[in-house]
């Protein structure tokens, strides 16, 4: 389980800063294809979908993006910590926060195929 950092005002100016809500943009559909199939999992794998929330969603997203080549170049370019190096934990649970708002709207209105 990833260290959880709280999601707020202060944490998504500072991934704006950093550049990542521009990342975000330039390869939404990158990151909307990894979060649709993740959804499409965890809404056949639970008994009642309707109730799933965002938090079902970041825990198995983060550690995909924890080994996501993209988000390495990415992290890479805005001059954060990857993997290892000391704050790369707090730097993908705000990015991985940050994709999930933008995301999650969308995932919930879909509806099984």
């Not at 979908?49 to 079902?56: R, T």
């Not at 983060?62 to 370019?77: G, S």
Request: aromatic share 12%; glycine share 4%.
């Amino acid at each position: 389980m990833t260290r959880d950092y709280l999601w707020d005002s202060k944490a998504a100016r500072q991934v704006e800063k950093k550049g990542l809500t521009e990342q975000f943009e330039k390869n939404e559909e990158h990151f909307r294809d990894i979060a649709k199939r993740l959804w499409a999992i965890l809404r056949d794998n639970n008994d009642r979908p309707q109730y799933l929330k965002p938090g079902d969603l970041y825990e198995p997203l983060v550690d995909i993006l924890k080994r996501d080549t993209l988000v390495e170049h990415i992290f890479e370019n805005c001059d954060l910590p990857y993997g290892g190096e000391v704050g790369s934990t707090k730097w993908m649970c705000y990015f991985t926060h940050y994709i999930v708002e933008q995301l999650y709207p969308k995932l919930k209105k879909t509806k099984e195929e």
